[in-house]
Structures are given as C-alpha cells and as structure tokens.
C-alpha cells in the first residue's frame, strides 16, 4: 500500500500557488484553549513544519482519525470542533485565500501515507527500541494506521 | 501480569496501565497468527514478485535470485521475517519501475490486489485496539480464507 501510494501521489504532485507555514500535526490536542476566554493562546508541536501548501494543514484537521461523527445527525466534525463546509468557509473568510477540493483530496492521502508510516512502523519501533515513555501508547495507535492503511486502499488502489 | 497499585489521582498512570492491558489482550487474539501471517506474507508477496518480474523482461537478475533463494520459505520466524521484509522490498522497488511502462497498468492491478489483502490482514490484526471500524473477523480467519483464495488460484479456478 505504501508503494501504490508513493507512485500515486508522484504521479499527481499539484503545484503550490502560495506558499504556506504548513504546521504539519494541526489537529485537536496540539493546542492550548483558555476556557474563560474562549480563545486559543497556544499552538505546539511544531516539529513537522516547513514551507509548502496551506490545504495540507487543513486536509490535516478534517482526518477521520481525529474527527466525530455527530450521533444524532451522523455528520462528521473535524477534529470533534467543526463541519467540513463550515472550516472551509471560515478558513476562505479569514485568511482571504481560497480552498481546492482537488488538492484537499490530494493532501488528504499525503497524510493519510505519513499517518501510516507514523502509526505502523515508527511508533512501534520507538516502542521496541525503548526511545519513548508513552510506548504502550504508541504500540496501541498501530491499529490506527491499520484503519489509515485501509482508507488508502479505497483510493490508490482502485 | 502483576499491576501496581496506582494513585487514583493520576490519570496518565491509569491510562498507561490500561493500554498495557489492551496491549495484552491484543496480543491473546494474535499471538497464535504470527507465524501463520508471516508465512501468508511470504507467500504473498513472492507470488506478486514474480508476476511483477514476468511483466518486466529485463527484470535484474538480483530479482530472479531472490525468487529461487525464498523457494522454500525458512522454518524460523525470524528468518521468514527477514525474507519477507526482502520481497516486500523488491516488490516496492519492481512496481516504481514499471510505473510509466507498457506494463504500468497490470503491474498496479497487480500490487492493488496484493495491497487490498494486505489491509485486510492488518484491519483483523489491529480490530482490538478499536481504530478499525465494524465488525471485523480475526486474523485467524483471514489467514484461512486467504489461504484458501491462494490454493484456488494455483489450481487455476476463479477465486
């Protein structure tokens, strides 16, 4: 699946038109909320960051992964905060700069790829390596990139 | 397994130690299936090797070798995990090179069908940690359904 995946994103790579601070882990969890005042005052983990296209971010915070399906109505919140259409919309109206379905989708499997090497093989083996405390964690997430594996399936391997 | 006891207060303490137990329980519905799903990767992956290497002509001769030399797949878990961990190599590395070829087409058709076993196999191997949704089977019996597929398709009936 990696290998499809590789040749499916080479073969589709989309150019940038504006460059980008890409945060690359934007999700819930990696942000400090004040409650009192309702803002967020903090944004971490910054380790993955470089300059590339702002969809990968975005594509990033509407992962199956970290989102919630509403029970009552079955629609799907972004990292359990916000609709798909609405994150568009409030992403376009802030930052003045529009959003691509095409290249939502092609970040979506750019991190859906790093999701699974991440999950399947890194985290597993700094667990077995001894290289982190949260190693019983880290084993456990693999099931996570098994679930990433399988989305995968259903788009590059068609 | 012997957990100690955890001040109620600390909440990170209590999460570590019921992953350690997911992890546990995890290991109860797989550990039988290691060696059973290694040997279907081996036998997988072998097999989309060589169809690979049929679709190439010049395919190297470092590829034909490592056919003849995983023939017989090693009784030792760790040695047919290291011969799988190869052919899943040259798998990836004989699929880049066929992308953009004449072949390009069957070569992915190829892989795809590979690759869609193999979620299969990982989505039964994790479905305790939750993260697969759905009702999910086994490994145990993925493995035997895959192992039937794979004799029906030595046999040349439609799988």
């Known amino acids: ?158 | 397994m012997v957990i100690p006891a955890l001040d109620p207060n600390d909440s990170f303490a209590a999460e570590q130690a019921g992953l350690a137990l997911a992890c546990l329980d995890w290991v109860l519905d797989v550990h039988a299936s290691e060696y059973p799903c290694e040997r279907t990767e081996h036998a997988d992956y072998r097999e989309t090797l060589a169809t690979l290497a049929d679709l190439d002509p010049g395919a190297a001769g470092d590829v034909r070798a490592l056919l003849d030399e995983t023939y017989t797949p090693p009784a030792d878990l760790a040695g047919l995990r290291d011969q799988g961990r190869r052919l899943k190599e040259a798998v990836a590395h004989s699929y880049r090179l066929l992308a953009g070829s004449p072949a390009a087409s069957a070569a992915h058709r190829a892989v795809a069908e590979t690759a869609a076993r193999q979620a299969q196999r990982e989505l039964a191997w994790c479905r305790l940690t939750g993260f697969p949704r759905g009702d999910l089977p086994n490994i145990a019996d993925v493995l035997a359904e895959q192992g039937r597929r794979a004799v029906r398709a030595s046999v040349g009936a439609t799988p």
């Open chain 1, 1 to 158: 699946m990696i290998a499809l995946t590789q040749q499916w994103l080479w073969d589709r790579r989309p150019i940038v038109d504006h460059v980008s601070v890409v945060h690359g882990d934007y999700r819930n969890g990696n942000f400090l909320f004040d409650e009192d005042s309702r803002q967020i005052t903090a944004v971490l983990d910054w380790e993955l960051t470089y300059l590339g296209d702002r969809h990968h971010d975005l594509a990033y915070a509407m992962m199956k992964g970290w989102g919630e399906y509403d029970s009552a109505t079955g629609e799907f919140y972004c990292s359990a905060l916000v609709t798909r259409d609405t994150m568009i919309a409030e992403y376009e109206k802030a930052s003045g700069l529009s959003v691509d379905p095409e290249r939502l989708d092609y970040y979506t499997v750019v991190n859906m790829y790093w999701a699974a090497v991440a999950l399947i093989a890194t985290g597993p083996r700094n667990s077995a390596e001894r290289l982190t405390h949260l190693d019983a964690m880290q084993t456990f997430l693999a099931g996570l990139g098994a679930f990433y594996i399988d989305q995968l399936r259903s788009i590059v391997g068609k």
